[in-house]
């Protein structure tokens, strides 16, 4: 089965400093890589995803890449803010079939 | 915005009780979910159900969980005899027809197990 690897387990930045997380996945057939945003007690929230005819995807301060052959994807953040602090999942799946999630990442932006 | 709903938002239960854990999904979609993430953990994936049967399902989901989709609109996860260790938050996730599509996920119940 499917197994996401991610790192840094916990990330401290300055605000408006960038942050990079980076995951790997083992299944060549999965082919959506969504990321989750997190904070406490509450669902997770898509806040990008990546699908595998894609090599890189963006959205205002969030960006994502994909490095098929490698079976690396990432997530940029640039200009943190204090409310991107929260616990963020990057994930793998093929079609409909079952999310695998990464360990998460606790980013903490610092004011 | 269509969203998936959970309901009880909070359970607290005896161990050794029966828990019934209710969602109502994305009314067009057709694969169903549960997820149980314990404090401080990964989501991890429990069971999904299609075509009125489980498709898949992991190696937490031993013979006290059970799910069912009663009346085509609620999908529910039991849990028969809960132990100490169901205590996490369930979340309920649905997903539409065709294929690579993100899943939605209902906004959870914390269920504490006493």
């Not at chain 1, 999965?30 to 929230?45: A, C, I, T, V």
């Amino acid at each position: 089965g499917e197994n996401v690897e991610q790192h840094p387990s916990t990330l401290s930045v300055q605000e408006g400093d960038s942050a990079v997380i980076k995951c790997t996945y083992s299944d060549s057939a999965s082919n959506y890589f969504p990321w989750y945003k997190q904070e406490l007690g509450k669902r997770p929230q898509l806040i990008i995803d990546i699908r595998s005819n894609v090599g890189e995807k963006k959205d205002q301060r969030i960006a994502v890449t994909l490095n098929k052959t490698a079976k690396h994807f990432s997530l940029h953040i640039t200009e943190t803010q204090p409310e991107d602090s929260a616990v963020y999942f990057c994930a793998a799946h093929r079609g409909y079939q079952k999310v695998t999630f990464g360990i998460g990442t606790k980013l903490q932006v610092i004011p | 915005e269509p969203e998936v709903t959970q309901t009880p938002s909070h359970q607290v239960t005896q161990m050794g009780q029966e828990v019934i854990l209710r969602c109502v999904p994305i009314s067009n979609h057709l694969y169903f979910y549960w997820y149980r993430q314990i404090l401080g953990q990964k989501v991890e994936f429990l069971v999904s159900f299609y075509n009125n049967e489980i498709s898949e399902k992991s190696e937490i989901f031993d013979d006290q969980f059970s799910v069912e989709r009663p009346d085509g609109s609620n999908f529910t996860l039991k849990i028969r005899s809960t132990k100490l260790e169901d205590s996490a938050m369930y979340f309920c996730a649905s997903s539409g027809p065709g294929s690579d599509t993100e899943a939605f996920f209902g906004q959870g119940t914390r269920l504490t197990v006493v």
